[in-house]
């Protein structure tokens, strides 16, 4: 049904008792294929959480995940690892990169861990991957000799050599500046319309979320609106408008 | 503003400071500093009892009584093997100090960047030195001197000897005390250095930890250990030239020892990087041995410093069973293919004790390696995360854990061992080459190092047990990782 990934009646809490957070509340959703989607949403949302459930990163308290037609929920933490080596790419705000490897190694690492070579298709795919991401002259370099932006791009290439099923990119921006911020997303961006890429990606910041096909946005645990393509102006009116909207929803309950 | 004020002028800075420091203490790592302490402490105070007591004996023998040549080697053998263990546990501090610090990198630049001065921030970690070196020592003389009264009420009805009268408590055990207390102040206070590097910016970025500690360039320590390490092997060779001629060679062979191998532990960060990059190339090219073998090169001083005490415990004990082995071997051509029983049993007895009192510095060397190995998962935590997130399983997260032991102790051992029969060689050699080598009284020459297949043996075991047990806290610490934990920023 062209889902890269998708739960089911989400949800998560943590502690117990009256001490117990509710992080996510019943979400039921769908990452398309091929689609950037970006799930936005103030601190607090349950946006990361969401996205560790889906990745196969943490475990929903209630609910069912799969990616693509394979159900993860209940899988054994080995089974879940394979399958993230396999089959999701990430791309995290920081720490990225494995600092005692250098480039090439970082992107080698699925395929290592895996312990296997690369096949003919995939040496072609990232051999074209570093020459489009302008790394083929930082191979043998190791993540402290690079830049925030190259050190992303590293990762970007990492994450997309095994054309996973899904890419999640966790504020891939955040420690960047505009311009290094503005390339990644273009890359991400690119990856997505011209191969194909489903990438799912968790920010807080409207342009970078402009850059998506898709808009999720979540609040107190839920998704709150699902839009198509929109302008970072678009999308700051829209949560400005849900901000203010929350603060008569607290005065009004106090 | 009043409310305020009066707040915090009712309560006093010092119990908050003390807090903190109390805090500090506990933090991972420091209970290796003790423990080492403790030990080297206890080994002093039961070592100078141990001689003194036998010196007691021995004057009230009335044929040895009168010569005091025997005390005299007692007491300098106390002073080199407690030397050699308070060493190593130096090493063993300033390498948990150095690594504390570079894991406080973030709260030592958050006080910078509030207005603390960095050599401020050098002195209070020095401090917290003193302290942990002075509740060790204590520890130490007091578990020292109960098992000196114990060992003492036991060994007279054992040994036959009731009438002597040896006080345990004396002054003089103090010494290995107050020097323990005060290397350790000292040790705590070199591996501060990384202390002054800190920037106040590091609070504000997001600076992780630095990925590569770059070796600094010490050409100057660098220049003394070359020095010290070819004079001392021209006058090994020199003492091994007489020994040819007379058995004094030995004590020229011992000073060429003694000054070559401080060349090789001051020049530890010269010698082990190449020996771990090569050991570390023996695992193979995977990713789990890969991301095992660059951990002990990330920090190569570090890795250096812990491996080099390693080193000195494993060739210190090669050293005296490849040179009583030697020695057997040439004695036994000397009296014609048979060595009395008796003097077989006190060879044997000698190295076996001298064995197990340099034991006793391996077994500080293997705190400190344990410690090195659980600071350095802590310190990974991100990573350790990151690696999680992108398919390392638990089974591989243990691998790597097990390897990075196996490649520090793997790497000590195999240098250890060359280095033990080298010397252990050279004072054989030194002693007896001028002696007689058969019943004909021709003299022995150059002789073959003889080496005990049982004590290699032993001494590979220990080192699998050491890895394993090494292993056992950083493996279960790096397997409690996950991934959403470490990787939340």
């Known amino acids: ?254 | 503003m009043s409310v305020a004020t009066t707040a915090i002028g009712s309560r006093s800075p010092v119990p908050a400071r003390l807090r903190e420091r109390g805090a500090r203490l506990r933090e991972r790592g420091m209970g290796a500093s003790v423990l080492v302490s403790a030990i080297s402490t206890a080994f002093g105070v039961i070592l100078i009892s141990a001689t003194g007591y036998l010196a007691a004996i021995l004057r009230a023998d009335p044929y040895l009584g009168a010569s005091g040549t025997l005390a005299v080697v007692l007491g300098f053998l106390t002073v080199v093997l407690v030397g050699v263990a308070v060493y190593v546990a130096a090493i063993v501090t300033a390498n948990t100090f150095s690594t504390v610090v570079a894991g406080r990198t973030r709260r030592i630049a958050l006080l910078r960047l509030i207005g603390s001065s960095a050599r401020a921030q050098r002195a209070a970690i020095a401090r917290e030195g003193l302290i942990v070196g002075a509740v060790g020592a204590s520890v130490g003389l007091l578990a020292g001197t109960v098992l000196a009264l114990a060992g003492v009420a036991v060994a007279g009805p054992a040994l036959g000897v009731r009438d002597i009268a040896y006080d345990v408590i004396q002054p003089v055990l103090l010494a290995p005390t107050v020097i323990v207390a005060g290397t350790t102040w000292a040790a705590a206070w070199a591996g501060s250095r990384r202390v002054l590097t800190v920037t106040p910016l590091q609070a504000l970025g997001n600076s992780a930890e630095a990925s590569r500690e770059e070796l600094a360039r010490r050409s100057g320590r660098n220049a003394v250990a070359i020095t010290l390490f070819t004079a001392g092997a021209l006058l090994l060779a020199a003492g091994i030239a007489i020994g040819l001629l007379s058995p004094v060679g030995v004590l020229v062979a011992f000073a060429g020892g003694i000054l070559s191998f401080t060349g090789i532990v001051l020049g530890a960060a010269l010698v082990m990087p190449p020996a771990l990059r090569l050991v570390g190339r023996a695992f193979g090219r995977n990713a789990v041995a890969r991301l095992a073998a660059e951990n002990a090169l990330r920090h190569p001083e570090r890795s250096s410093r812990m491996a080099i005490g390693v080193v000195m415990g494993v060739t210190l004990v090669t050293m005296f069973a490849v040179a009583m082995e030697s020695a057997k071997v040439v004695m036994t051509a000397a009296a014609g293919g048979q060595l009395p029983d008796e003097l077989a049993a006190v060879l044997d007895t000698f190295a076996g004790v001298m064995m197990g009192l340099v034991g006793v510095s391996a077994v500080i060397a293997a705190v400190g390696l344990v410690n090195l190995l659980t600071l350095g998962v802590v310190q990974r935590r991100n990573e350790l995360g990151l690696l999680r997130a992108l398919g390392l399983s638990t089974g591989q997260v243990r691998l790597v854990v097990l390897l990075e032991a196996a490649h520090i102790t793997v790497t000590s051992v195999v240098v250890g061992v060359i280095l033990g029969v080298a010397y252990g060689w050279a004072g054989a050699q030194s002693v007896l080459g001028s002696v007689a080598a058969n019943p004909h009284h021709e003299k022995a020459g150059l002789v073959w190092p003889a080496i005990p297949v049982p004590v290699v043996l032993v001494i590979v075991a220990a080192t699998a047990l050491l890895t394993l047990v090494a292993a056992v806290v950083p493996t279960r610490l790096a397997t409690r990782v996950s991934p959403v934990a470490a990787l939340a920023v």
């Open chain 1, 1 to 254: 049904m062209g889902l890269a990934a998708r739960v089911h009646q989400v949800s998560k809490s943590y502690g117990a008792g009256a001490g117990e957070v509710r992080a996510l509340d019943g979400v039921t959703v769908g990452i398309r294929r091929g689609e950037f989607t970006a799930i936005m949403g103030p601190s607090g949302s349950g946006k990361s959480t969401l996205m560790h459930i889906m990745a196969g990163l943490d475990a929903p308290s209630a609910g069912r995940a799969w990616i693509g037609d394979t159900e993860i929920t209940g899988l054994s933490d080995l089974e879940l690892t394979i399958l993230r080596r396999r089959r999701v790419g990430f791309v995290f705000q920081a720490f990225n990169l494995v600092p005692t490897l250098d480039a090439l190694g970082n992107i080698m690492l699925p395929f290592d861990l895996d312990g296997r070579r690369p096949s003919a298709l995939e040496t072609a795919r990232i051999e074209g991957l570093v020459e489009s991401l302008g790394l083929a002259t930082r191979l043998r370099h190791r993540p402290h000799e690079l830049s925030g932006g190259q050190q992303q791009r590293v990762a970007i290439a990492r994450a997309l050599a095994t054309a996973p099923d899904l890419v999640f990119a966790d504020e891939p921006t955040g420690n960047l500046d505009s311009r290094s911020s503005r390339e990644v997303l273009a890359l991400l961006r690119a990856a997505s319309v011209e191969h194909g890429q489903s990438i799912a990606m968790v920010t807080h910041d409207p342009v970078a979320a402009a850059h998506a096909d898709r808009v999720l946005f979540l609040g107190d645990g839920r998704i709150v609106a699902d839009k198509p393509r929109q302008s970072a102006e678009e999308i700051s009116a829209y949560m400005l408008a849900a901000e203010r909207g929350r603060d008569v929803d607290a005065e009004v309950s106090a």
